[in-house]
């Protein structure tokens, strides 16, 4: 969903005008998405730079980011490649090694080339702080984004603890020891990094992964993706395992088969269980009602949300997804669109009265909800229109500016060890 060239936002432009962190350069690490693909990532980078930062990026290459250097609005971006997608425990030893490795390469090709004062480092894994500690040797400071909870992260995928449960546990525990300053996405990562990581109050700073309003199209309804049919319900997210998307190809089942109504379901996003997914959505007998875009650029994205009547989120309630912001959620909102959720934590925070929340992991309940939202298109606005406005007073982009640029200057301000 590589992200277009729009107008920025109001507060963005005020930190262009007032520079406040002019003369600082910015070494930013992410792993598991390339840029400008991670919209939050890509965010923070933009408002750096708006606010008077040079800024450089290392992350993986991805389909339709090949490029191993590219400058995009001023950010320098280095990409490099992996040499698989892990699925198990070498896989990920494979995957990790390779990417310090590279990370390492190219954060002394960065210091060469741009130099560096600050390195802000955006997990998962919790790995990325050996990059940033023979730096801080030299007196540059390290921010960690705290994007996943990575020991809830791996109970969910696997479904038990054990001795790689606990490596997750010390690496997070390294991480918040070698950090100057914690970037939370929610309230729920800010307590973790006080209570768990035992970073002082002062040190934290919650900046929550809102859309940039300025940046997302509303468009016109696409009747080709309801492929003729009543009623579109659409998913944004990533296909993977934990993602809880087979729980929702049975709610889908339950609507289709058994309700016998007329309902197309769109699932935008690619990932690690796609494959096995549409085998899925075919054994159920919904091939003709489940579309699978897979990765889609910005406009498929807009104008999928523009046209669905309801949006969903099946994430499983267990402890990572309980305390977790999920980015699709707030995208949602910014369409005015009604949600049907699971009941976790952060997606009530987020949603309020935007959504309905189903009994935990209950397809038959979210089938239910899904339908209610189908039959009532005024409560269906109702929500909408809710959703959209906390977006804007709240929650989009334009209100974490500060709370980033507080973090930079924070760190700015403690002396490295």
């Known amino acids: ?11 963005m432009d005020v930190a262009r005008q007032d520079k406040p962190l002019k003369g600082r350069r910015v070494l930013i690490i992410v792993e598991n998405l390339p840029l400008p693909f991670d ?19 290392i992350c993986p290459t991805g389909k339709g980011y090949e490029a191993p250097y590219e400058e995009i609005d ?28 590279h990370e390492m390469r190219l954060a002394l090709r960065v210091a060469h080339r741009h130099g560096f004062d600050t390195l802000q480092a955006c997990n998962p894994p919790d790995l990325i702080f050996l990059v940033a500690l023979p730096f801080k040797l030299f007196g540059k400071r390290f921010i960690f984004d705290h994007h996943d909870i990575n020991p809830e992260l791996y109970e969910a995928k696997f479904g038990k603890r054990g001795f790689f449960w606990k490596l997750m ?12 300053v914690v970037i939370s996405t929610n309230e729920s990562y800010r307590v973790i990094a006080q209570e768990r990581g035992g ?78 997914l549409k085998a899925q959505a075919e054994e159920l007998g919904l091939s003709d009602y489940v579309t699978f875009t897979g990765r889609a650029p910005d406009m498929d994205l807009f104008a999928v949300l523009s046209t669905a009547d309801v949006c969903v989120n099946p994430d499983r309630v267990n402890p990572m997804n309980d305390k977790s912001t999920m980015n699709k959620i707030l995208e949602y909102m910014a369409f005015s669109k009604p949600i049907v959720q699971f009941d976790v934590t952060e997606g009530r925070y987020s949603a309020g009265r935007s959504s309905l929340y189903a009994a935990p992991n209950d397809t038959q309940d979210m089938a239910n909800k899904i339908l209610e939202l189908l039959d009532d298109p005024q409560q269906s606005a109702e929500m909408g229109r809710f959703g959209r406005a906390r977006v804007e007073a709240e929650l989009g982009w334009d209100h974490q500016v500060d709370a980033l640029i507080g973090a930079y200057q924070r760190a700015v301000e403690k002396k490295p060890f």
């Open 74 to 101: 001023g950010v320098h971006i280095y990409r490099h490649a992996l040499p698989i997608d892990a699925s198990g425990a070498l896989g990920y030893l494979l995957e990790y090694g390779a990417a310090l490795f």
């Open 199 to 276: 970073i002082a109050s002062e040190d934290v700073f919650v900046v929550r992964s809102g859309p940039d309003l300025n940046r997302l199209i509303v468009t016109e309804p696409n009747p080709n993706w309801r492929k003729g049919r009543a009623h579109m319900v659409g998913y944004v997210g990533v296909m993977g395992d934990q993602e809880g998307i087979d729980l929702l190809l049975e709610s889908a089942r339950i609507i289709v088969q058994d309700r016998r109504r007329d309902v197309q379901f769109v699932l935008v996003g690619g990932g690690p269980a796609l494959d096995g």
């Open 169 to 180: 546990v010390l690496f997070e525990r390294w991480t918040f020891r070698s950090a100057d």
């Open 39 to 57: 919209r939050r990532v890509w965010h923070e980078c933009r408002t750096l730079r708006a606010a008077g930062a040079e800024v450089a990026v």
């Open 1 to 11: 969903m590589k992200d277009t060239d729009l107008v920025e936002t109001p507060r």
